[in-house]
């Protein structure tokens, strides 16, 4: 069996839950790459969205987590790449969500924002909920035709 890659990136604003986060992955045997920062230096988040954005294209990950201090920033940064569907969740219905009618293959937090308890329930519901596909298959083809432009 193929261990999956999720990848994880974060400013510095996120660096504490990220670590939290990655942990979790490992215990349920998930591969892990770390897309940084590491520390809590000021950093810009935009460079970590970009991270995200070239290992999911290179296929090094085939979904991945942002964090930030609020997550705004790096889901806007994010989403400016037609194969990214970032989501900023704050509670699990909005992790199962941003999965069953979105496909959403990036899982965004705040750092600052988010319980550790809720986050780690977060990543659990975004990586065990399916794409229902169907009728929302057809909304989430037409996310990429218009990042195109």
Same mark, same amino acid.
């Given at each position: 069996?193929?261990?999956?890659?999720? !990848?994880?990136?974060?400013?510095?604003?996120?660096?504490e839950l990220?670590?939290?986060?990655?942990?979790?992955?490992?215990?349920?045997?998930?591969?892990?790459?770390?897309? $940084?920062? +590491? $520390?809590?230096?000021?950093?810009?988040?935009?460079?970590?969205?970009?991270?995200?954005?070239?290992?999911?294209?290179?296929?090094?990950?085939?979904?991945?987590?942002?964090?930030? $201090?609020?997550?705004?920033?790096?889901?806007?940064? #994010? /989403? =400016?790449? #037609?194969?990214?569907?970032? !989501? &900023?969740?704050?509670?699990?219905?909005?992790? =199962?969500?941003?999965?069953l009618h /979105?496909?959403? /293959?990036? &899982?965004?937090?705040g750092g600052?924002?988010?319980?550790?308890?809720?986050?780690? +329930?977060?990543? +659990?519901?975004?990586?065990?909920?399916?794409?229902?596909?169907?009728?929302?298959?057809? =909304?989430? #083809?037409?996310?990429?035709? /218009?990042?195109?432009?």
């Open positions: 069996m193929t261990m999956e890659t999720i !990848a994880l990136a974060s400013d510095h604003g996120g660096v990220k670590t939290l986060l990655a942990k979790q992955l490992e215990g349920a045997g998930f591969a892990v790459l770390d897309l $940084g920062t +590491d $520390g809590a230096q000021s950093v810009d988040y935009p460079d970590f969205a970009v991270a995200m954005a070239d290992a999911l294209k290179q296929g090094k990950a085939a979904r991945g987590v942002l964090i930030c $201090g609020s997550g705004i920033g790096i889901s806007i940064a #994010a /989403n =400016r790449f #037609a194969h990214v569907r970032a !989501a &900023l969740v704050h509670d699990a219905y909005g992790a =199962r969500m941003c999965r /979105n496909d959403a /293959n990036v &899982l965004v937090l600052r924002t988010i319980g550790p308890d809720v986050a780690k +329930d977060c990543l +659990d519901i975004f990586l065990n909920t399916e794409f229902e596909g169907g009728r929302h298959a057809r =909304r989430v #083809a037409k996310l990429a035709e /218009n990042g195109e432009r």
